[in-house]
């Protein structure tokens, strides 16, 4: 997982959008960003590791789509409005990650939710990022 950090940290220097990452954090605080500043802080001390890739391409997601916030966003695993569509740009950043060298018979949405920490009800969102990059 440090790896896929790395890469989104590149990702985020490329699109000029700062970040922190931390791990002087409680274990319970989700990943932030704030859109007026284009910077995204990043509890590293999260508590299950797998998903802090997807909290971070997810705050990464908000900034690329051109959200606007007064006040930080939060990571929300919600299935609606700009949540939603920053999940959607996160599943796609982290899809190359799982597809990686893997025939397609191999490819699984379990395996991939499992691996980020997918909540469940973004299954249906999962399934079309991992599908329609065959």
């Not at 018979?105 to 920490?117: I, L, Q």
């Amino acid at each position: 997982m440090d790896d896929i950090v790395i890469d989104l940290c590149n990702y985020a220097m490329k699109h000029n959008i700062g970040f922190i990452l931390t791990k002087h954090l409680d274990s319970s605080t989700v990943a932030a960003a704030n859109t007026e500043s284009r910077t995204i802080i990043v509890n590293t001390n999260y508590k299950d590791k797998r998903q802090i890739p997807l909290q971070f391409a997810h705050e990464i997601g908000h900034i690329v789509n051109g959200d606007h916030s007064m006040r930080a966003l939060y990571f929300t695993p919600s299935r609606y409005g700009i949540e939603l569509k920053a999940n959607i740009t996160a599943l796609n950043l982290l899809a190359p990650y799982y597809l990686e060298d893997k025939p397609d018979e191999y490819v699984d949405v379990d395996s991939f939710m499992e691996m980020f920490a997918v909540p469940e009800h973004l299954r249906d969102a999962a399934e079309q990022v991992l599908y329609s990059n065959d």
